[in-house]
């Protein structure tokens, strides 16, 4: 049974790179034409293969419509969460999780510092978009015509002599976040508060949200606070292969009986 579903399955990848009649399948899964005509029809009766009028066999429509369901039902808060603590757990700094939704870069998740000085951020609660490292990077993802329609409708406030101060600085570092692949913000909102920010990709290589870790230049300077970047990255990627199904997910440790 399990060799069966092994050579049901192969033929979607194969049936991705386009269609295929029946001679096709059955050479490329290295069985006899009875056998792969089972298999396609198997598949056919769920949905997954439709045979066309010219007897080849394409993908079928229920195989896109689980697809986009999948990805509408995807968390990306519940999936990023335990990777969040690791990181807070490992540099002690703020973390936080960001989304852009509906003109607003937003914090959906949030791990304190165990530091004594704690954040003012809030989950559910927009950040300042023109110069937060997060929503750098989930713009800089937005197409060329999308971005600069963003920009130009933005109000760029001088939180300090660090912000961005207009629509052309914004982007023009919207083009050296996109080309570097992270972002940062050392005092642009508040001149004692620095952070570093990394993309969080789907399956499509777009970026569906954006990871940071932020603290006080009491406690990490701006430099050392950079030098946590690499491992700022690594969760990130982390995060976006097993949001987009790539990787596995890392086992929790068990607890220990007591």
Known sequence: MSQSVD?????????????????????????????ALRLLRTLHDHGLVYRQQDGRHRLGARLFALAAEAVENLDVREIAHPHLRALNEECGHTVHLAVYEENEVLYIDKVESRYPVRMYS????????????VAKLLLADLPEGERRAVAGRLDYPLYTSRSTPHAAAFLKELATVREQGWAADLGGHEESINCVAAPIRG????????LSVSAPNVVVTAEELLGLLPLVRRTAEAIGGEYSGTTVPAQQPRQKAT
């Open 7 to 35: 050579r049901a399955l192969s033929i979607l990848p194969l049936l991705a790179r386009g269609p295929a009649d029946l001679g096709q399948v059955a050479d490329a899964l290295g069985v006899h034409k009875s056998t």
């Open 122 to 133: 809030r989950v559910g609660k927009p950040v300042a978009i023109t110069v937060a490292a």
């Open 203 to 210: 399956g499509d290589g777009r970026v569906v949200a954006a």
